[in-house]
């Protein structure tokens, strides 16, 4: 195994990524791990570095973006504040470990305060597509467990607003009344018919919720027509909410493929035209990003 | 102990109420369990009600509402189809038993078509509502997990809409990233003021979830506050939508005590007129009132 030049981490609330990578920027191989920082305590995340890192060298940077840089997290790296451009290792804070061969570094998130938002582990995404992009003006939308609308212009994040739509459905597909009516599959009809509703008359939507779970008593709605006219309903209550977002706008979709494709689809049918990048890829080019600074200084 | 006339229960999807009667309309005592629907089998039913009633004299009416008449419960019970007075005993299905000391008989549920709509019990406590206030004409607001709005004319239930108001607010206070930051207590201006979110923005709904987070993190919102104001966001965002319900109507609101109170500010700052009743007592008259058409059949 050859030595890693550093290594990248992406430490979230329910896994990591690790990528250990060679001077020139390619990637020597990629580990990942259930140990999220929502198990952990403190003292806990060294070793669990020190696990996936055998073969470990003299002295090798570790730069980490994500919830291991929160306040319950491995240490807190404070908010950078918006209007800011997306934090770099200048902001990143210095983690002490007991091990020499660790020099642990955590990019901090983004914070805005009115409306009160945070951001961490996005804001490396972001730094990621303007590195691929360096000229992008315009709206990156990050689907996920809370979707974030991050305005960006002259390589600053000027403002970002953040939905719970992804956890929102989550709780009511598996949690809720509703589960017993919802299944595997997808209706992309249904799924534009919810997205629909939900935009002319956004706030029927814990009606149109109960709605679901009558039409398939009454009248034998499919579970996955049920599924996927919930998912329009939620990403059509965003959108409605997004419009000074995407409105006269080009949005850039970070994030995984499925979840994307739905966001492309419901902005599509609104004419916003959009372009897609791969969330996992993104944080990479950010923390790589943030490398580079670091060797710069 | 004297022997009952006949037997009022109401059986839920969680706990089932039971009232041994006297031929007089008075209660000779009341029974509460938490053998609901949800927990029961349909052989299951039977034992429980036995249980309840050890010194059951020869040949006891029984006369039960609620979800024990769903297709997953004791027996279906049809649901009538809206308009229509609140169904009483011409309507109630009749339950084999094999105590012969036991008549027992479900009064079924309210359907509706179009938007396909559901009722299993609130339609027992409409019918007692209409009981003591037989010339009520207006809208019956019934506040819970699945919050009713019903339209009321000539004895009819004409139409109603039913909205997942409670449901979320409980799975989004105990299972989502926003139960960090929730806790006991109560502010009325955080009440108002969520409610006024809610009805100017009712798309924003997910965004303003978002924000009670990060004003958590950022400016220290108190867990009192924080939850007043998402009880006011969602209870906003259904009178938004229920709107056509409560304009230029006057509303009866049945419930328990501490939600129905919330109700009542919010309506009343919409300046609503409103009158309180008790949603167990209303249930129980409601029973009454099948019991009284079954002995004059």
Redesign the interface.
């Known amino acids: 195994m050859s030595a890693a030049d550093w290594i990248a981490v992406d430490w979230g609330t329910s896994n990591l990524r690790l990528w250990r990578m060679a001077a020139d920027g390619t990637v020597l191989d990629r580990a990942e791990s259930e140990a999220g920082m929502g198990r952990l305590a403190p003292e806990e995340f060294e070793p669990t570095l020190l696990e996936l890192l055998p073969d470990l060298d003299a002295e090798t940077p570790v730069i980490v973006c994500g919830m291991a840089g929160a306040?319950q997290g491995w240490a807190e790296a404070p908010?950078v504040k918006t209007p800011c451009t997306p934090p770099g290792i200048a902001e990143a804070i210095a983690v002490p470990t007991r091990d020499p061969r660790l020099t642990v570094r955590i990019l901090p998130g983004v914070?805005?305060?009115r409306?009160?938002?945070?951001m961490r582990g996005e804001e490396t995404q972001v730094s990621g597509f303007l590195a691929l992009n360096p000229r992008f003006d315009g709206v990156i939308c990050l689907p996920g467990t809370?979707s974030k609308w991050v305005h960006v212009s002259a390589g600053e994040i000027v403002s970002f607003?953040?939905?719970?739509?992804g956890?929102?459905f989550e709780?009511?597909s598996q949690?809720?009344?509703l589960r017993h009516g919802l299944g595997g599959g997808w209706d992309d009809a249904s799924f534009a018919e919810g997205v629909d509703q939900?935009?002319g008359?956004?706030?029927?939507?814990?009606?149109e919720?109960?709605?679901l779970?009558?039409?398939g008593?009454?009248?034998g709605l499919t579970p996955e027509k049920a599924t996927a006219r919930l998912s329009g309903l939620?990403i059509g209550?965003?959108l409605?909410?997004a419009k000074p977002y995407w409105l006269g706008q080009s949005v850039a979709l970070l994030g995984a493929s499925k979840l994307v494709a739905h966001y492309r689809s419901a902005l599509e049918t609104l004419a916003v035209p959009v372009v897609i990048a791969d969330a996992e890829r993104m944080t990479l080019e950010g923390l790589k990003a943030a490398r580079k600074t670091e060797k710069t200084e």
């Open positions: 306040r908010y914070a805005q305060d409306p009160a938002d945070v809370h607003r953040s939905f719970m739509t956890e929102i709780l009511l949690k809720s009344v939900a935009m008359r956004p706030a029927a939507f814990a009606a919720l109960f709605t779970r009558a039409e008593l009454l009248h939620l209550m965003e409605a909410a």
